[in-house]
């Protein structure tokens, strides 16, 4: 029995794990979405089709499985790009059904064509059109096994007439998705084993594609006596259990981190792609190890480059491996991660009862947040929080935006994240830059019922802006923010909401916040003088922030060099 090839690629989406679309109707889709309104498929109405593909994204990367979204032509399909690049980017597998104008129309300037497949081609793992009915079955399941295999996001383009027309649908085509052991061979791990038993000052450095092989990451790192430091995105799973964790390096990083692997005399890079060379060693080797052959020394360069999946690796590596003590490098580096973590502590401290510094309200949410809480963070001062402040155990996930580095990706990813998981625990960490970047989907929260939870670090600035700015000297531009209290406007939008700028306060509003039974928003009024302060500060760096401190007095806000003192510095 011949079927649409709307009916055709709602099926296939299901088949390949999809339970929900997100996305706007209207035109050019309106046939899809009636199958999808005949399928198994949710649909998710978002406001916003950028929110829709953070959504699904924010889906995507916590489940491991498939979510869609769905676009009409022209200006539909378009406002999905940023959030098609954060997703894809993450490593979300996501489908795309773009839609365009009839087949009749296509090349003679008729409104809303665009050509999907030369914007969404650098962002995706797969792009094609379905150009005949016949081939709506066999595109959809290839775009679904791109995006499963390849863990991005898969594009396919549909003229909107193509989607009432029927094909027969006699061949079944199906999504595939093979689990191959990977490693390299044995010569390599020989080379591998010499490298590693002549040296003396081993650090290893997970990234995201170590995902799932902690407890080969342990085992080596206890053999050799070896420090763990990692990546942002790896903290989820490396954190936890890993008894000669160090944290992570890089800015956004800790001063044990930064050193075990500046100061090693081999790196062992295990599913890490960090992208800042300057924060790799200067004199050491360097090993990396990652399943994708095209990622090996593209940030520096590496003298054994390998390819495979990482526990398969330390699985045939720790046979050839000399087993040796604990020695000072990594006694040294957990000493520095002790005091790291202490320091952590201190910042969060609050003399004045007035000034809520943000470390501290972020460690109030560490303390009251379930313990398989998952959390996502908007780029930019709260992402830093959200890694420094909040504990990772083995159960709690996170989420932020640190290789496309949006800004207001923490509560749309927190909108599809709760759809997929509507009995856990999901906080958004939202600027209020961000927060009001894309207020419009917090009326899909209370449509579809989804108990996300939005903490605003309200500052009233661009935070992070202002941060490097002042770090290059500069006074600070543009960045002031004239907010509304989000607690009343969350309340006039059928959402619970509540306001704190006292740190006494805080508490017993964060407790009322989490257990309030859908969407709420917590406003809380941070100071706004923070500073992020990077694991090792450079003299440039101080030389800078005095610069602007001379400029801020030149300019009549000496009072704000004062404070910005006195929070940062004096304390």
């Not at 399909?77 to 996501?94: D, K, Q, T």
């Not at 999504?175 to 490298?195: F, G, I, K, N």
């Not at 799973?237 to 100061?263: C, H, K, Q, S, Y």
């Not at 009072?559 to 304390?571: C, G, I, P, S, T």
Request: hydrophobic share 40%; charged share 20%; net charge negative.
């Amino acid at each position: 029995m011949s079927k649409t090839v709307s009916e055709i690629v709602a099926d296939t989406l299901i088949e390949a794990g999809a339970l929900r679309v997100y996305g706007i109707v209207g035109d050019t889709i309106n046939h899809f979405t009636d199958a999808v309104r005949r399928s198994d498929l949710d649909w998710v109405h978002v406001r916003h089709e950028e929110v829709g593909a953070l959504a699904a994204g924010g889906e995507s990367y916590m489940t491991g499985e498939l979510s869609v979204c769905a676009g009409t032509a022209g200006p539909g399909s378009l406002h999905f790009v940023n959030g098609i690049f954060e997703s894809h980017r993450n490593g979300a597998p996501v489908v795309l059904i773009a839609s365009n104008i009839d087949r009749a129309e296509v090349g003679l300037g008729f409104p809303q064509e665009v050509d999907q497949r030369k914007i969404y081609e650098q962002t995706s793992v797969f792009c094609e059109y379905i150009s005949h009915p016949d081939q709506a079955r066999r595109i959809t399941a290839q775009a679904a096994q791109a995006a499963l295999t390849k863990k991005g996001v898969a594009v396919v383009i549909v003229n909107g007439d193509m989607f009432k027309e029927k094909a027969p649908d006699d061949l079944h085509w199906s999504v595939h998705r093979p689990r191959p052991a990977t490693r390299p061979c044995d010569d390599e791990l020989d080379t591998l084993a010499s490298l590693i038993n002549d040296a003396k000052r081993i650090t290893i450095y997970a990234g995201i594609g170590a995902r799932g092989s902690q407890e080969q990451i342990r085992a080596l790192s206890e053999h050799l006596g070896a420090p763990v430091a990692h990546t942002t995105r790896s903290k989820e799973f490396i954190e936890p259990d890993m008894p000669n964790n160090v944290g992570m390096t890089g800015i956004l990083g800790n001063r044990a981190g930064m050193e075990a692997v500046g100061d090693c005399d081999l790196l062992l890079c295990l599913g890490s792609d960090f992208a800042y060379t300057q924060f790799y060693p200067g004199k050491a080797k360097i090993v990396q190890l990652d399943i994708d052959a095209s990622h090996l020394g593209r940030r520096a360069p590496v003298d054994l480059g390998l390819v495979g999946d990482v526990g398969d690796t330390i699985a045939a590596l720790l046979p050839r491996l000399e087993p040796r003590e604990a020695g000072k490098h990594l006694t040294r580096a957990l000493k520095h991660y002790a005091e790291d973590l202490q320091g952590y502590l201190e910042t969060a401290e609050e003399p004045d009862p007035n000034l809520i510094h943000p470390q501290a309200l972020t460690e109030v949410l560490d303390r009251l947040a379930a313990k398989d809480a998952i959390f996502t963070a908007d780029g930019g001062s709260p992402m830093v929080w959200l890694l420094r402040h909040l504990s990772a155990n083995g159960q709690r996930r996170f989420l932020t935006s640190l290789l496309h580095g949006t800004m207001a990706n923490a509560y749309p990813q927190a909108l599809g994240i709760q759809a997929a998981y509507p009995d856990r625990q999901v906080i958004a960490l939202c600027g209020d830059g961000g927060m009001s970047m894309l207020m419009d989907d917090l009326l899909t929260l209370v449509q579809e019922k989804l108990p996300v939870k939005l903490l605003v670090f309200n500052n009233s600035s661009l935070g992070f802006v202002e941060m490097e700015q002042r770090v290059e000297g500069l006074l600070d531009n543009f960045t002031e923010l004239h907010n509304p209290d989000f607690a009343v406007m969350a309340r006039a939008l059928g959402m619970a909401g509540f306001r704190v700028d006292k740190m006494t306060d805080l508490e017993s509003a964060m407790l009322e916040w989490l257990a309030a039974p859908g969407p709420a928003i917590l406003d809380v009024k941070v100071n706004r003088l923070e500073l992020v302060m990077p694991p090792k500060i450079e003299l440039s760096q101080v030389t800078s922030t005095a610069l602007f401190g001379v400029k801020a007095v030149l300019n009549g806000r000496a009072d704000e060099v004062l404070q910005l003192a006195r929070n940062n510095f004096l304390r």
